[in-house]
């Protein structure tokens, strides 16, 4: 059986990682209990006095005031940092100063009642949400919790107690704690100490005893304490990074009771290691202000208790989330029972029935509703009250309502029958159902088209009467299809517009990818995020890019329709300090959310795992809040902008890392060809002028000649060679600059004849012009280099007596120069790498022992400087000709 085994690197990699996050990270300790009184102050002070012992530096950032003089004993000794006075309704509280404490910046900090909900003008709401910002900025945090202050276990403790506690935090900040100590008493001893005063006044601590504090309530906390201890140990003890197979759906409402829905299915989808999601099935629009409070309270929690917000479209609910759930493999579905006032004349199955028989693979779970019955609004008003009134859909549908009455009177004129009239009024209130907005004015339209076809066609005319006792039957039949039409229509109507807003905002997410992947630099991609967003939410949009080297946030780009009085608007110092909040913390802040809620914006960090690249603002209203669709595309476009940002700036580091490795190798090429290349020349003249200098009174005059002339030979080559190494290295550099000038060809070509290898004597050189007034624009120094380096290279590996030819003539606006020459060629294959540096072709030919192939890559990057082309071809019968072109100059004859 086959096992398998973790990389080793990975494995190192991740270890390295997290080391280094509990470097910079603080750690949070949490002193636990189940309720208060039970010591938690008390151990925190005195696990702070041992802290202080060993030399750690303690400061208190906060201690709750109460009347229990063991406790407050325990503060004598240690540093207290003075607490944030602050007025609320005409009365002074005390709240934790965060600046103070990051400003003293001790390594350890005490700070109690770790759920408290702070004053409205302090940073955040929370105070969690203070010591995760101290954590991040690397102090050691003590604090306090009781357990009916955990998030999930809220219901729990309210059917256990009777009592809703108003203050919580998430689970996910107890799970993640580096340490929890339980602190426990029995609960005997606990009732006792608060009959004796030690934790209430007496006339409070009677109350409590009264409600809260009962035995029974104690023993049902202390267990609830006990277990949810034990179970953060299993927690830490296995450290699950996966799912056991289970998806836990839950189906977003505003409903009250969906709160309790949504922590009973954050338990299970823990329990179970498994997947949580919370679909929000979205039908007509609501506008009513309680209704969306609750619907945001409810989507905030479930991202808060870590559920992935999805959102789908439709008015029958049970079908949307059941073709979610078989989409996206959902195991188990927790719904709440419904609570609200049936009416008689309801027989519509409800949800569970109707999810049981659509989906019947699913297990279902409903959670019960405790609250009072309630009357659901919206469907006892048909959901008039979110369509809101209209005297032009009004207007429009008397007039269509009178036009068919007029059609009716031509109709009966030209004596149709009745069912043709019947038919006129089913068109107007089908008709009416499309012009209008909502269901009322249809189905008050098909109510007056009853009376209508009554009174004026039917006998007898003018009255409410019939005589026909057909006719009841007919106005019932008509009044039925009148209205199945309209509510059809509206039906219709309404998929067609949910459709065409699901197309358009799925149409600016693709849009927004396929910018993102042409987009070539980080400006334009920000750029290009910014328009998508203000196209997405039709509302002024920020962007605050970071700059990499200062590591802080550049001046915004704003996009609106008056980007000026905009700019005024959102970009004052206050604003700006909630960015760089953003920035430093990687988190979301501002408008709608719990941090600085006074802001103008909403800022999201535009990021990449750890790595915020730039910080985008949403202008939001102080009571606006953004839509769970539009806000689940916004996240997945600024997490789509991450990612094609973090895309450009590995792309960079990549082109980075290869032309360092490309300095490298030629820096590696260079020394290995000059450790062997440049020793034999250099051997030559140190040997050749040794035999000169030691035996220079016997050798004959023919023998000194011909070491003078290998002396000679082996430092011209090195003349050239040190020409070339500096040419290549002012071009890698970048340094090389042309001195452009028009010069006559035949001038440049002799000059470089002149300064060709010592053997080209031995070979038949020949010049061949179309006109000897030819002139190009040309940096001459570096042109006579190439025409240099090409002849020795034919003279080199050419046999004496050979012919070299060079030619230059126009063609079009440029000068073609051809170099030719009639030795045994190259293959080929060869012919595409000879321009390459450090390539050589048969190192045995010629004077094989040297040659860095150096020489024509120098040419190649000349003539391209220029704006030329160059290469190779075969020579006729046999040989080489290499070619390159410069623009040509005209030659002004004027005197």
């Not at 059917?159 to 426990?184: C, M």
């Not at 009177?409 to 068109?427: Q, T």
């Not at 959102?570 to 700006?576: A, I, S």
């Not at 030819?774 to 020795?792: E, F, G, H, P, T």
Request: charged content about 25%; proline content about 3%.
């Amino acid at each position: 059986m086959e096992t398998q085994r973790p990389n080793p690197d990975l494995l190192l990699q991740q270890i390295m990682g997290e080391e280094q996050k509990r470097q910079v990270r603080g750690k949070l300790k949490i002193f636990f209990g189940y309720a208060a009184g039970v010591g938690k102050t008390y151990a925190m002070l005195e696990a702070a006095h041992q802290a202080s012992k060993a030399g750690i530096d303690v400061a208190v950032g906060y201690i709750e005031p109460h009347a229990r003089p063991d406790t407050l004993a325990l503060l004598d000794g240690l540093e207290l940092i003075p607490p944030l006075l602050m007025d609320h309704k005409g009365v002074a509280i005390r709240e934790f100063d965060l600046d103070r404490a990051l400003a003293r910046r001790p390594q350890l900090i005490l700070i109690d009642e770790l759920a408290h909900t702070n004053a409205d003008s302090c940073r955040h709401a929370k105070r969690y949400q203070d010591v995760e910002e101290l954590l991040k900025a690397g102090i050691d945090v003590y604090t306090t919790v009781n357990v009916q202050h955990l998030e999930s276990l809220n219901d729990v403790v309210a059917s256990i107690t009777g009592i809703t506690v108003r203050e919580r935090l998430p689970d996910t900040v107890f799970d993640n704690a580096d340490q929890v100590e339980l602190v426990d008493i029995e609960p005997d001893e606990l009732i006792q100490r608060l009959s004796q005063g030690k934790i209430y006044q007496k006339r409070q601590a009677r109350q409590a005893l009264a409600h809260f504090f009962s035995k029974t309530n104690l023993v049902a906390l202390r267990e609830i304490a006990l277990l949810r201890s034990a179970e953060r140990v299993n927690k830490t003890a296995e450290k699950r990074d996966y799912y056991a197979g289970e998806h836990i759906l839950i189906c977003l409402s505003a409903s009250p009771s969906n709160a309790k829905v949504i922590r009973t299915a954050a338990r299970m989808a823990d329990a179970f290691h498994g997947k949580f999601t919370a679909l929000f099935v979205e039908r007509e629009t609501e506008s009513e202000t309680v209704a969306q409070r609750g619907l945001t309270e409810n989507l905030r929690l479930a991202e808060q208790l870590g559920a992935r917000i999805a959102t789908v479209y439709g008015d029958d609910v049970a079908y949307q989330i059941a073709e979610y759930a078989k989409a996206s493999g959902v195991t188990k579905v927790i719904i709440g029972r419904s609570n609200n006032v049936k009416y008689w004349w309801s027989s519509k199955a409800n949800l569970v029935e109707r999810l049981t028989s659509l989906a019947p693979a699913l297990d279902i779970y409903i959670i019960p509703d405790t609250l009072s019955p309630y009357r659901n609004k919206r469907r006892l008003l048909g959901k008039v009250q979110g369509e809101g009134f209209s005297f032009e859909d009004v207007a429009v549908s008397l007039a269509i309502l009178i036009f068919t009455t007029l059609l009716g009177f031509w109709f009966d004129h030209l004596k149709f029958g009745e069912a043709s009239i019947i038919m006129l009024y089913i068109l107007g209130v089908l008709v009416t159902a499309l012009v209008t907005k909502g269901k009322l004015y249809s189905a008050f339209s098909s109510l007056i088209s009853v009376f209508a076809f009554n009174y004026f066609f039917t006998a007898p005319q003018f009255a409410f009467q019939v005589f026909d006792t057909e006719y009841p039957v007919t106005f019932l039949f008509l009044l039925i299809v009148s209205i199945i039409v309209s509510t059809l229509t509206s039906k219709v109507k309404m998929q067609a517009k949910q459709a065409a807003q699901k197309a358009y905002r799925t149409e600016v997410l693709l849009e927004t990818s396929q910018h993102f992947q042409s987009a070539q630099t980080q400006q334009e991609i920000l750029t290009e995020l910014a328009r998508q967003m203000l196209r997405l939410l039709d509302r002024t949009v920020l962007i605050y890019p970071v700059k990499e080297e200062q590591q802080e946030l550049s001046e915004p780009l704003v996009f609106a329709k008056d980007a000026e009085l905009e700019s005024e608007l959102y970009t004052t110092p206050d604003e700006r300090a909630v960015a760089v909040w953003v920035y430093k913390n990687n988190k979301h802040a501002g408008a709608t959310t719990n941090t600085l809620p006074g802001a103008r914006c909403l800022y999201m960090a535009v990021r990449s795992h750890e790595t915020v690249f730039a910080v985008a603002a949403i202008a939001i209203g102080q009571r606006e809040t953004l839509g769970a669709f539009e806000k689940n595309l916004l996240v997945a476009m600024l997490g789509e902008c991450g990612l094609a940002l973090e895309k450009d700036l590995v792309t960079k580091t990549k082109n980075q890392i290869a032309i360092q490795a490309q300095q490298e190798q030629l820096r590696a090429n260079l020394l290995r060809a000059i450790s062997h290349d440049l020793r034999t020349p250099l051997t030559s003249i140190s040997g050749n002028a040794g035999i000169l200098m030691e035996n220079g009174d016997i050798l004959n005059e023919e023998k000194k000649k011909q070491l003078y002339s290998d002396i000679l030979d082996d430092s011209i080559w090195l003349i050239n060679l040190v020409e070339n190494l500096l040419s290549v290295t002012r071009i890698e550099n970048g340094t090389m600059n042309l001195t452009m000038q028009s010069e006559l060809v035949d001038e440049v070509i002799q000059e470089a004849l002149r300064h060709v290898n010592r053997r080209s004597s031995e070979h038949d050189i020949r010049v061949n012009l179309e006109d000897d007034m030819l002139m190009a624009k040309m940096d001459s120094r570096l042109i006579l280099q190439v025409i240099i380096n090409i002849v020795d290279n034919a003279i080199q590996y050419t046999d004496p007596g050979s012919h070299i030819t060079i030619a230059a003539r126009k063609s079009k606006d440029m000068i073609l120069f051809e170099i030719s020459d009639d030795g045994a060629g190259i293959p080929d294959e060869a012919k595409s790498k000879l321009f390459d540096m450090f390539y050589t072709v048969d190192k045995n030919r010629g004077d094989g022992r040297r040659g860095l192939g150096l020489g024509l890559s120098l040419c190649k990057s000349i003539i391209h400087a220029h704006g030329g082309i160059i290469g190779v071809k075969d020579h006729a019968p046999h040989g080489l000709t290499f070619y390159f072109t410069l623009y040509s100059e005209e030659v002004n004859c004027d005197v």
